[in-house]
């Protein structure tokens, strides 16, 4: 194979040690065996932020060490045109802010975290450092790693169901069997063809439960879409968690209550 030495000028200064060969190229090697081989250091962008912000292009290392409390930083929404696709674009995130952020999605897209799951946001403790890829499929990203530092990240899984709609203003308030139960509905009344939608309140019944820093993901394997899930308070040593759902197709929600898996995600 015949080996072409490649010469670069960058503002007067010439770079003789770059090699090509079909399909691969080095720099600082004469021997580049992948794709791209780096035989020394490689540099990359950095920043440091102080506020929120939407990562770009012109990003890769960032660290936030900011004051603003509860501070988010977003990754840019993927784009499904194919000349504008960033497939294995990389974010490494540092927080070294004395308190938690949060990484989060553009609507449509998601963190696909572990086990199946896949979530809208993270919360990433301070101290912790967390790495993030672009998929292919349009969609997610993947969380590459995401470190323990002097905190860690868990995640404690619960089942409930939703209830049945049984007519205007009418559903069941039960035990689920682990300590939740369904306090109240708003929005059965008009759970038709029209608005489709219900709120629904749980109450924690077990021992008090310290919720700071700690997040709420839905997932409903049925015709009914979760719009949103969010901790609202502690009341009496008692959690209290809202689940907004709206039904996907026509008709009344009449069937036995779908399973819910709730999942609470908390940076400790």
């Known amino acids: ?138 969609t997610n990203w993947d969380l590459l790693f995401i470190s323990e530092g002097e905190n860690k990240s868990t995640i404690t899984k619960v089942n409930l169901k939703l209830p049945r709609y049984y007519g205007p203003g009418e559903y069941g308030v039960f035990n689920t069997g682990n300590d939740w139960v369904l306090k109240s509905v708003v929005g059965a009344g008009n759970y038709d063809w029209q608005t489709r939608y219900a709120k629904m309140t749980y109450e924690y019944q077990g021992l008090p439960v310290d919720i700071t820093g700690m997040a709420a993901i839905a997932i409903v394997d049925s015709p009914i879409s979760i719009l949103t899930t969010c901790i609202l308070r502690l009341s009496g040593g008692k959690v209290i968690v809202e689940i907004n759902c709206r039904q996907a197709s026509a008709g009344d929600w009449t069937n036995v209550g779908y399973p819910v898996d709730l999942f609470f995600i908390k940076a400790s």
């Open 1 to 138: 194979m015949k080996k072409v030495i490649i010469l670069f000028a960058l503002k007067g200064i010439l770079i003789p040690s770059i090699f090509a060969q079909v399909a691969k190229s080095g720099i600082n090697t004469e021997i580049p065996n992948s794709t791209l081989t780096v035989g020394g250091s490689l540099g990359a962008a950095y920043r440091e932020i102080h506020t929120s912000t939407t990562l770009t292009d012109q990003d890769y290392y960032v660290t936030y060490n900011g004051m603003l409390a509860n501070a988010i930083i977003t990754l840019p929404g993927i784009s499904t045109v194919t000349n504008q696709k960033f497939t294995g674009r990389g974010y490494k995130i540092k927080n070294l802010s004395g308190q938690s952020i949060t990484v989060q999605t553009v609507p449509g897209n998601t963190i696909r975290f572990r086990n199946n799951l896949s979530v809208n946001s993270l919360i990433i403790a301070d101290g912790v450092y967390a790495e993030l890829v672009c998929t292919q499929d349009d």
